[in-house]
C-alpha cells in the first residue's frame, strides 16, 4: 500500500538553527500538508501546498517557516531560526481530488 | 473558530464494545473523520462520514453522527488489544483544505 515517508523520524537542532523535515508524499498525489503536534496538545494544521504554491495556512506559519517542493517526489518544511516552542511532532499528509488525506509516521523535532 | 472535544481516555475489557465520543462546533463541517494513531506512528485514517449521513458501518467501526448535537461517535464492536491506541476526530468543511482535530482520546484494552 503507498505510503507518506517522512525523514527523519526525530531530529535535535539547536536554538536558532535551521531546519528541513522532509516528506515523500504518495506519488500522483496533488495536495500536501503540513500539521504539527505539540506534546500533549492537539494536533494543529500549518500549511496547505497545491500547484506548485500556497493554497492555506493557518497562523502559526509565519515568516520562519517555509515550504518547497523542489523536484517531482519531496515536499520539505523549513524552519529559519528554530524556537524551544518549535519543539514538537510534525506530519506530512497527501490527498488527491478523490481521497482523503494520508498521513507520515511523523517526525519529531527537539530544539535545544 | 472551529473547535473539536474529545474524553481523554477510555478503558475497555477485550471483547467489550468501545464507544469514543466526539463534539464539535463548526456548523458547516461538511466531512467528520476517524483516525488512529499509535505509538510511534503516524495518523492513519479509519473512516469518514459525510454530513448528509446518520450512520456508516464499516466492518467492526460504526460511526454515528448526530448533526443537530454536532455530535460524533466511534463504536469499536469486539474490541481487541490491537484496538490500543489513540483516536483522533476531525472535521472539514466542504470548501476547506484544512483538518480541524480534537485533542484525541486514549483507548486502553485490558485482556
Partial sequence: ?112 | GEDVEQSLFLSVREGDSSVINCTYTDSSSTYLYWYKQEPGAGLQLLTYIFSNMDMKQDQRLTVLLNKKDKHLSLRIADTQTGDSAIYFCAEKENAGNMLTFGGGTRLMVKP
Fill in chain 1, 1 to 112: 500500500e503507498p505510503e507518506v515517508t517522512q525523514t527523519p523520524s526525530h531530529q535535535v537542532t539547536q536554538m536558532g538553527q535551521e531546519v528541513i523535515l522532509r516528506c515523500v508524499p504518495i506519488s500522483n498525489h496533488l495536495y500536501f500538508y503540513w500539521y504539527r503536534q505539540i506534546l500533549g496538545q492537539k494536533v494543529e494544521f500549518l500549511v496547505s501546498f497545491y500547484n506548485n504554491e500556497i493554497s492555506e495556512k493557518s497562523e502559526i506559519f509565519d515568516d520562519q517557516f517555509s515550504v518547497e517542493r523542489p523536484d517531482g517526489s519531496n515536499f520539505t518544511l523549513k524552519i529559519r531560526s528554530t524556537k524551544l516552542e518549535d519543539s514538537a511532532m510534525y506530519f506530512c499528509a497527501s490527498r488527491d481530488s478523490n481521497t482523503e488525506a494520508f498521513f507520515g509516521q511523523g517526525t519529531r523535532l527537539t530544539v535545544v
